[in-house]
């Protein structure tokens, strides 16, 4: 995303380059995109404030559509909402073609199809996101362009977007910085007996008040291993973790951090001390050029000593603007989907998590995760803070 921005369009400053690259080794000529994420990057952060948090209105849902034509940048569409004639004027929605007329996501197609046979595109390859393109949406476009020919769109995308930005970069950092922050912030707020919904719902607050959109938050306390909010307590002399994403400014800050009331004894230090030891050895490997499957063999050569592998799980993933996304570093892992990059070297600006979970049968869900960017000489870690036992209620009232 720093490549200069074409005189078309100040916002739209992704590697055109790239994308013209990756379309054309995909054999497509034109993008039909329709996921929320895929339309901020293209269109340089735009999202719609009013369907920022849902979609459905009336009787059909909100689906915005960005139309983008290899080597044509001029051409660019995008479909809305009538609404969003307020992001317009105010600077934010910059796109040469708009079209902001839609109520309905039979209408965003029917909107998309019309631009498309305009711009001389009825038989053409075009990419679609289908894990974003309602049945409706779906079926309007087939009827309405029964010349062209859909392929699925998302490798092209994940590849335009697993190398991050220097400004990406620093998105990600604060997101991940914030979510730490939060996380340390509630730990130290509350007293022995709080209930886990109670500590969901004051960390949703403190990543609210930092600027992030508060996703999800899994979180576990004492030696059950449930990590939904509820109304268990979180007791003197138990472990709590807490595993939360929070997005900022469309990029995803995902870390897991421990507490506990007082003193660790001997056993959590070792505990803790160990799952930590896995996610630096895997750090190790990481650099520019690196095989991406390599994260994986120090932390595994490590949990295979230990006297905790049998419940004890390694797992190492793309992070960004979705969790689980490019670089795709393993087919075996908790979300299925192939390992696309296990064999491919690493690149500089690439963005990953890593997370170590001990199901432990005595003292609980013990866990760290963190998100590492890839550089030319290593790696560097975003949101280090709090990776060992942070004290709870040291600020409680």
Known sequence: MDAAPHADTKAMAFDRAKLDRLMD??????????SKHNIQYLTGGYRFFFFDAMDAIGVSRYLPVLIYVKERPGDTTYVGNPMESY?????ALDV???????????????????????????????????????????????KALPEARFAEALVPMERLRAVKSSQELALLREASEKVVASMQAVI???????TKRALVEALKREEIGRGLAFDYCLITAGRSFNRAPSDQTWNEGEVLSIDSGGNYRGYIGDVCRMGLFGEPDGELVDLLGEVDAIQMAAREPI????????????????????????????????????????????????????????????????VVSIETTM???????????????????GCVGFGDGGRGWNRGGVNAR
């Open 96 to 142: 040469p073609v708009v079209e902001a007329k839609s109520w309905s996501s039979i209408t965003s197609a029917e909107l998309a199809a019309a631009q498309l046979r305009k711009l001389g595109l009825a038989a053409a390859r075009i990419g679609v996101e289908m894990a974003f393109l309602p049945a409706d949406a779906w079926l309007t476009l087939q």
């Open 287 to 350: 650099r520019a050029g690196a095989r991406g499957g390599d994260i994986f063999a120090p932390a595994l050569a490590l949990l295979e000593r230990s006297k905790h592998r049998g419940y004890t799980h390694f797992m190492a993933h793309g992070m960004g603007m979705v969790s689980h996304e490019a670089p795709r570093l393993t087919g075996k892992g908790s979300v299925p989907y192939p390992g696309y990059d296990e064999n491919l070297p690493l690149q500089a600006g690439m």
């Open 359 to 377: 199901l432990h049968p005595g003292r609980g869900y013990i866990k760290l995760e963190d998100t590492v960017a890839v550089t030319p000489q």
């Open 25 to 34: 080794e995909a054999g497509l000529d034109a993008l039909v995109l329709t």
């Open 188 to 194: 130290a707020g509350h007293k022995p007996g709080v």
């Open 87 to 91: 992001e317009q004027e105010t600077g």
